[in-house]
């Protein structure tokens, strides 16, 4: 069963960093796209970025370019997400989920319980 466990968030001030990670279990994570998605109250769901199997391949949604990083360690079966130059609009609930890289979207699946980053002063 895939089972997805998202971590690292918390509060920041505008122009802070935080790297989330995304630990997955439950099946051979090297085989898979993974991407970052987020949710703010009021707001569907929205991909921010994904990565490929080998990690060769990376996509970010255009408000998330220039400041986020996307990388993974198949090794650990973790992927993560460094935010850099944070913005009171990246405020949201994160997850992480299989994903095809070329739209940002999910693979059908459930999702994990996510992580809450809040950027305010």
């Known amino acids: 069963q895939l089972q997805f466990v998202e971590s690292g968030g918390g509060l920041v001030q505008p122009g802070g960093s935080l790297r989330l990670s995304c630990a997955a279990s439950?099946?051979?994570?090297?085989?898979?796209?993974i991407g970052w998605f987020r949710q703010s109250p009021g707001k569907e769901r929205e991909g921010v970025s994904c990565i490929s199997g080998r990690g060769s391949n990376t996509n970010y949604a255009d408000s998330v370019k220039g400041r986020f990083t996307i990388s993974r360690d198949n090794a650990k079966s973790t992927v993560y997400l460094q935010m850099n130059s944070l913005k009171p609009e990246d405020t949201a609930i994160y997850y992480c989920?299989?994903?095809?890289?070329?739209?940002?979207?999910?693979?059908?699946?459930?999702w994990g319980q996510g992580t809450q980053v809040t950027v305010s002063s």
């Open positions: 989920a299989r994903a095809y890289c070329s739209t940002l979207s999910p693979v059908f699946g459930s």
């Open positions: 439950g099946f051979t994570v090297d085989y898979f796209a």
